[in-house]
Antibody
Framework: EVQLVESGGGLVQPGGSLRLSCAASGFTFSSSWMHWVRQAPGKGLVWVSCINTDGSTINYADSVKGRFTISRDNAKNTLYLQMNSLRVDDTAVYYC???????????WGQGTLVAVSS | EIVLTQSPGTLSLSPGERATLSCRASESPTSSYLAWYQQKPGQAPRLLIYGASSRATGIPDRFSGSGSGTDFTLTISRLEPEDFAVYYCQQYNWSPPRYTFGQGTNLEIK
């Protein structure tokens, strides 16, 4: 069974930093593209970033480019999201998601809440 | 920027009825890379349909996806009580990779 377990969320002040982690199990993590998707309270889903199997190809949504950094450690089966210069509008539940075969988001973690507020 | 527009915003139906949800793209997704998700309150989304018409593992056959080009449909043939939720469509375009969600359709019990 695929399991994706996020951690690292919490309350942070505007301008601050957080690092999210996602522990993966139940599938071959090193063979899967991975993503972060977020959802602001009461709002819809927004793709944030993706990384290929060996970390050599990375893409970001324009809204986080230059502030967020995605990375992975295949030896530890773990995905990361370093979030710097956080803004109030970054407040959301952040989901770790595995990539499917046709551009879809195959399996989802339970999410971790990031709240940016003074 | 590619935009996905879902309609209706809210759909009120009764168990046993047929639900038809629409998703219109401002431009065609790469190779019909269009997916549908179900999200219940307090839960993560669940993949229902990928590649416009292929059901994900474990998804009941009352869920079906269709469409091509810029117009896509999710149909639930006979609503069960557990089907009332918010549904999102999502598309993928290469070069550069972009993943876009629709704003969602809230399927509620009438």
């Amino acid at each position: 069974e695929v399991q994706l377990v996020e951690s690292g969320g919490g309350l942070v002040q505007p301008g601050g930093s957080l690092r999210l982690s996602c522990a993966a199990s139940g599938f071959t993590f090193s063979s899967s593209w991975m993503h972060w998707v977020r959802q602001a309270p009461g709002k819809g889903l927004v793709w944030v970033s993706c990384i290929n199997t060996d970390g050599s190809t990375i893409n970001y949504a324009d809204s986080v480019k230059g502030r967020f950094t995605i990375s992975r450690d295949n030896a530890k089966n773990t995905l990361y999201l370093q979030m710097n210069s956080l803004r109030v509008d970054d407040t959301a539940v952040y989901y770790c998601v595995s990539d499917g075969s046709h551009g879809e988001f195959d399996s989802w973690g339970q999410g971790t809440l990031v709240a940016v507020s003074s | 920027e590619i935009v996905l527009t879902q309609s209706p915003g809210t759909l009120s139906l009764s168990p046993g009825e047929r639900a038809t949800l629409s998703c219109r793209a401002s431009e065609s997704p790469t190779s019909s890379y269009l997916a549908w998700y179900q999200q219940k309150p307090g839960q993560a989304p669940r993949l229902l349909i990928y590649g416009a018409s292929s059901r994900a593992t474990g998804i009941p056959d009352r869920f079906s996806g269709s469409g091509s080009g810029t117009d896509f449909t999710l149909t639930i043939s006979r609503l069960e009580p557990e089907d009332f939720a918010v549904y999102y469509c999502q598309q993928y375009n290469w070069s550069p990779p972009r993943y876009t969600f629709g704003q969602g359709t809230n399927l509620e019990i009438k």
